[in-house]
């Protein structure tokens, strides 16, 4: 049967030029079938042979590469062991007992020496030595100093996610162990909203508080120290507000110099909720600030037309430079052309009063706008975290696509010129200072999703104010921030035409030369499963579809693969930047998307309708894009995000489908390169494999880098919180969560003692257990003695008190 199978696909494959093996294979298992079924023990050494000739093939075509081997081999290597049990009983009197036991045996340890191999996948020794102290020191452009305090989602607004603490470090790390843990209590309370959970949050630290919001926008102070709560402020925010996912990835924390200490909101908290409110609560007692907007709220949404619950969020923490509230608004991706505006936003942080708002097609819009004025529809939008520069005056805007992302054919001017850029605005006008575009006309999801990360970067002229922008393409390109332009080389390339729309495709794109997480383009030998039988239909899914490389253009009489998926190369989470070792940490995904353009009569047929209608029919599997109806235009949208087969849920590429990644700042050299996250909770057909090897799981989330020589990350969907050693990428310690670390740790220090503190909420789209934990990290007393007697000695000297 598994012969009839082989030989049926593998002719298949045959046809639409693929290999030849699994016909070939096929062929033999049907021939061995059938001798087995006569009773003939040549069945048996015909099966061996087949055995034999697999090894050799895959050896051929994959090299010695655990896990590109495991579909090819271990079905077949576990198939022989029946069949080698067959051999007393086919050949009377020729074969005993004891050639199958050997024969067994030799299977047994042939395949116990292939699962050595795949566990002991270690990462990637370095490229080149870890250079250290290469840039003394590197300015900080924000108005906040992280150290002992966390005051901003990225760190301070330059998002480098790096701490200067070292109390623990790679000499101690091991001991690290539990402070405390506590429940936020929101947890989802309805169907609707157990699928859209994935909290995302970065905690803030300032003084003795932690500030956190939980998916709905609950705001919590917690005592640094113990975990305490001190107060929780509620906006009630209702479920069917929940977009895609409902996250709140973290709130801003703004001080106004001209208030006394003691007046009421002198320190405030501010976030944007999933029902475009801008809310600020007083940072001590979490109660609404009277001064700002309408009781302590403002809506966000004004002017911008018809918006239905679910449209109009914000997930991302907003950004405060000199005193503007900048936000942008996740816009739900795929609904209709028509969705609402992408327009840019800029709130006093003291009053909650518009001071501008940036609309790409109509910049001269007065502010407020006119009565009756709508501010553009369907624009792109910014659902992500902008970056500040208080110095300059900038705010850094990672903007995203044009309203339904896989057709461009009605998108204006100003669209074009502004969709999937970074764009720079002037706080202090609300205008654009300068704009650099990382996708030409984007039909692939390619929006920015990264914050921009300021660095000062080291050139033969000097060093220069610069930003670290990644992509979801992969690349990563650096800027000088004053004027957007690169200051590493940038090369327009050409790109595959055709698709669709073959008169919009841009004819290049630019790709970076600095650097690229991008991997090697996909192959037929990249396609995975766990037998040879997936893999083959995986084969046979890659030879259908429409691949061309990068920006294959999409199309709708066939599918198409998009490689890198829109999940990355870099997402969310983007990048951390250790100042003084000069050193980028990059964790990234490397998966492909399976898509295809699903014509307006089909879509309508399945039911495919906006947010809000009602919906009928085949509903797709729920992922972003999995049924998007883009109405307005020629085409919905039918996404299979990773590329999962259907019935056994893996994926058809190979792995590893994440990694990590140290780069050094200076040239954009690779130091180290490892896959991040093991097999726990990864397994056919959602059964959990519980293999505690590394295998590069899917990510979401960010690193934090400290001082101490470590890096601080989850993300992966082991739902594992890991060290890594920053010079040799080696996990240091680890320690199982209650639930998915799809978030950014952050780390502060309290009463001389540091924390590391994540967030466990757990995913939707990760499919990883949802969960309300705070949980922080510390050394034990002891330790902590030890390491404030080290930093004493290092300080002064050997022998030598603190003075």
């Excluded at 929101?186 to 932690?210: C, I, R, W």
């Excluded at 054919?409 to 669209?415: D, F, I, K, L, M």
């Excluded at 009489?557 to 983007?574: L, V």
Aim: proline share 8%.
């Amino acid at each position: 049967m598994i012969g009839i199978v082989l030989l049926g696909g593998g002719a298949w494959l045959i046809a639409l030029g693929g290999s030849p093996y699994y016909a070939a294979a096929g062929l033999g298992l049907v021939i061995c079938g059938v001798l087995l079924f006569m009773g003939r023990a040549a069945g048996v050494w015909l099966y061996c042979a087949i055995v034999l000739a697999t090894i050799a093939w895959a050896l051929w075509e994959v090299g010695p590469h655990p896990w590109p081997l495991v579909p090819r081999v271990v079905a077949p290597l576990v198939l022989l062991i029946p069949i080698l049990a067959l051999l007393p009983a086919l050949g009377p009197g020729r074969y005993s007992g004891r050639t199958a036991v050997a024969g067994i045996v030799g299977v047994v340890l042939l395949a116990g020496g292939l699962g050595w191999a795949i566990a002991a996948n270690a990462p990637s020794p370095l490229v080149k030595e870890v250079p250290r102290a290469r840039i003394e020191a590197m300015s900080e452009p924000s108005r906040n100093a992280v150290g002992a305090d966390w005051p901003a989602y990225g760190g301070t607004y330059s998002a480098r996610r790096y701490s200067p603490l070292d109390q623990i470090n790679t000499s101690n790390v091991d001991q690290l162990q539990r402070a405390w843990l506590v429940h936020t209590g929101d947890l989802p309370q309805s169907e609707f909203a157990h699928g859209k959970y994935g909290a995302e949050n970065t905690p803030l630290k300032v003084g003795d508080m932690l500030y956190v919001c939980t998916p709905k926008n609950i705001i919590i102070a917690l005592d640094a120290a113990t975990g305490n709560e001190r107060w929780r402020y509620d906006p009630k925010v209702s479920d069917d507000n929940i977009p895609y996912t409902a996250a709140c990835r973290g709130v801003a924390y703004y001080a106004d110099p001209d208030a006394a200490a003691d007046a009421a909101c002198a320190t405030r908290v501010i976030e944007g909720t999933l029902d475009a409110r801008l809310i600020a609560v007083d940072a001590r007692t979490g109660q609404p600030c009277a001064d700002f907007g309408d009781g302590g709220q403002v809506s966000t949404s004004q002017n911008m037309g018809p918006i239905v619950p679910g449209m109009v969020s914000m997930t991302s923490p907003p950004t405060i430079v000199r005193g503007v509230v900048v936000i942008g608004h996740q816009i739900l991706d795929g609904q209709k052309r028509d969705a609402p505006s992408g327009v840019i936003k800029g709130f006093d942080a003291v009053t909650g009063a518009l001071r501008w708002a940036w609309d790409m097609t109509q910049p001269d819009l007065p502010t407020p706008p006119p009565p009756g004025a709508i501010y553009t529809r369907g624009t792109p939008n910014m659902w992500t975290t902008a970056t500040g520069d208080e110095q300059l005056g900038y705010v850094y805007l990672p903007m995203g696509n044009s309203a339904v992302d896989y057709w461009s054919g009605s998108r204006t001017p100003a669209e074009n010129a502004f969709s999937t850029s970074l764009t720079a605005i002037d706080v202090t006008t609300g205008r654009v200072a300068w704009s650099f575009q990382t996708v030409h006309k984007d039909v692939w999801d390619y929006d920015l999703g990264s914050q921009a990360t300021l660095v000062d970067f080291p050139s033969a002229n000097g060093v220069v104010p610069a930003l670290v922008l990644p992509s979801k393409q992969g690349d990563i390109y650096i800027l000088d921030r004053r004027t957007g332009q690169p200051l590493t080389g940038v090369e327009e390339r050409p790109v595959p035409q055709g698709g669709v729309e073959p008169d919009q495709r841009a004819p290049t794109q630019p790709f970076s030369l600095y650097h690229t997480l991008r991997k090697a383009r996909l192959t037929e030998a990249a396609m995975w499963g766990m037998s040879p039988i997936d893999q083959m239909f995986c084969r046979i899914q890659f030879r259908q579809a429409h691949y061309e490389g990068i920006y294959t253009p999409p199309t709708s009489d066939t599918h198409w693969i998009e490689y890198p998926g829109y999940n990355g190369g870099s997402d969310w989470g983007g990048v951390a930047v250790d100042p003084r070792r000069g050193i980028i940490i990059a964790n990234y995904n490397d998966m492909p998307n399976h898509n295809r353009l699903v014509p307006r009569a089909e879509a309508d047929r399945k039911g495919w309708t906006p947010r809000s209608e009602a919906r009928g029919g085949d509903l797709g599997s729920g992922a972003e894009g999995a049924g998007d109806p883009q109405a307005g235009t020629p085409f919905a949208i039918d996404v299979n995000a990773g590329w999962r087969l259907p019935v056994t849920g893996l994926l058809c590429k190979e792995p590893p489908y994440g990694g990590i990644r140290a780069i050094d700042l200076a040239t954009g050299e690779t130091l180290w390169d490892r896959p991040l996250g093991q097999a726990l909770k990864n397994g056919p057909f959602g059964i959990p494999s519980m293999l505690p090897v590394t295998i590069g799981t899917p990510n979401n989330g960010g690193a934090v880098v400290t001082a101490g020589g470590l890096i601080f990350i989850a993300a992966a969907t082991d739902d594992l919180i890991r060290a890594i050693d920053m010079e040799t990428g080696k996990t240091v310690w680890q320690d199982k969560l209650p639930a998915g670390g799809q978030a950014t740790p952050m780390t502060y220090e309290v009463d001389g003692r540091q924390y590391v503190v994540i967030m466990t909420g757990g995913h939707h789209f990760m499919e990883t257990p949802i969960g309300d934990e705070v949980i922080a990290y510390a050394l034990p007393a002891g330790a902590v003695r030890a390491a404030a007697a080290n930093a004493d000695v290092q300080s002064h000297g050997v022998g030598a008190t603190r003075p």
